[in-house]
């Protein structure tokens, strides 16, 4: 099935389909509204043929419907028609969790995206489960507020760099991962990294959006994110199928 895979950030809205190497965006930001997301997207790619349609979205999702309004974009994202918007079939899964899944190599792996806020997901025998932790209370205030972007921007590279390490530190000692994933746009930046983990790629969210779609290995239904966001990618027997990799994105492809 080809499929258009809609990473949205806080910065910019990303985006590839089946057969293409190369992504396109444009920017997002505190003012950009659904309607706005999508008439830009499809505008940008009236040359791409795609049958159905996944979503990153940098929030929870619950019942492939976001369930809060997002803080680092405009309102509207609660209860928008995302089917009738692109006229195709779309599942909406939180944005951590579709590179989450595009990360997963086997085990248990942990998942914590460092962008404009923060996500985070854990992947086990190829079932992901989105972690809401950007809220979640840290010190005196949000853990966004210390190991997001705006944490970075205030407390400078060296001291965010340790506060990230000590995140997962207790993250690794809670969840006992046998993989931890550090991806987003900052990830990055941490150098060296924290003992453990690895770095991920944003490219990968692109592939968890098209494992979003694959068959199953057993022949049946392709998976869907369930109540709260979580997809089961390809399982059959507790096992991962091994799948084809799609091309990692290198640069920005625009329209002609």
Same mark, same amino acid.
């Given at each position: 099935?080809? @499929?258009?895979?809609?990473?949205?950030?806080?910065?910019?809205?990303?985006?590839?389909?089946?057969?293409?190497?190369?992504?396109?965006?444009?920017?997002? /930001?505190?003012?950009?509204?659904?309607q706005q997301m999508a008439a830009?997207? !499809?505008?940008?790619?009236?040359?791409?043929?795609?049958?159905?349609?996944?979503?990153?979205?940098?929030?929870?999702?619950?019942?492939?419907?976001?369930?809060?309004?997002?803080?680092?974009?405009?309102?509207?994202?609660?209860?928008?028609?995302?089917?009738?918007?692109?006229? !195709?079939?779309?599942?909406?899964?939180?944005?951590?969790?579709?590179?989450? *899944?595009?990360?997963?190599?086997?085990?248990?792996? +942990?998942?914590?995206?460092?962008?404009?806020?923060?996500?985070?997901?854990?992947?086990?025998?190829?079932?992901?489960?989105?972690?809401?932790?950007?809220?979640?209370?840290?010190? #005196?205030?949000?853990?966004?507020?210390?190991?997001?972007?705006?944490?970075?921007?205030?407390?400078?590279?060296?001291?965010?760099?340790? +506060?990230?390490?000590?995140?997962?530190?207790?993250?690794?000692?809670? +969840?006992?991962?046998?993989?931890?994933?550090?991806?987003?746009?900052?990830?990055?930046?941490?150098?060296? *990294?924290?003992?453990?983990?690895?770095?991920?790629?944003?490219?990968?969210?692109?592939?968890?959006?098209?494992?979003?779609?694959?068959?199953?290995?057993?022949?049946?239904?392709?998976?869907?994110?369930?109540?709260?966001? @979580?997809?089961?990618? /390809?399982?059959?027997?507790?096992?991962? #199928? !091994?799948? !084809?990799?799609?091309?990692?994105?290198s640069h920005v492809e625009t329209?002609?």
């Amino acid at each position: 099935m080809n @499929t258009l895979v809609v990473d949205i950030g806080g910065t910019n809205v990303k985006f590839l389909a089946s057969g293409h190497d190369a992504p396109r965006k444009f920017p997002s /930001g505190p003012e950009m509204t659904p309607q706005q997301m999508a008439a830009g997207v !499809r505008a940008a790619t009236t040359d791409w043929d795609y049958e159905a349609v996944s979503i990153g979205f940098p929030g929870p999702v619950l019942c492939g419907q976001p369930m809060t309004e997002p803080v680092n974009l405009g309102p509207g994202w609660m209860g928008y028609d995302f089917v009738a918007a692109f006229g !195709r079939p779309v599942k909406v899964i939180n944005d951590a969790a579709m590179q989450a *899944l595009g990360s997963y190599r086997g085990g248990k792996m +942990l998942f914590l995206g460092l962008g404009t806020g923060v996500g985070a997901a854990v992947v086990m025998n190829g079932v992901v489960e989105p972690l809401e932790v950007g809220r979640f209370h840290y010190k #005196k205030h949000a853990l966004e507020h210390y190991i997001g972007a705006r944490g970075l921007k205030r407390l400078g590279r060296k001291k965010w760099q340790r +506060l990230v390490g000590e995140v997962v530190a207790r993250f690794t000692r809670v +969840l006992g991962p046998t993989d931890v994933v550090l991806g987003g746009g900052n990830a990055k930046k941490l150098k060296p *990294l924290p003992p453990g983990a690895r770095l991920g790629d944003n490219a990968l969210a692109f592939l968890g959006g098209f494992r979003l779609w694959e068959p199953e290995a057993d022949g049946q239904r392709p998976p869907t994110p369930d109540r709260n966001g @979580t997809a089961t990618p /390809g399982v059959a027997g507790g096992q991962t #199928k !091994r799948r !084809r990799r799609p091309p990692t994105p290198s640069h920005v492809e625009t329209p002609q």
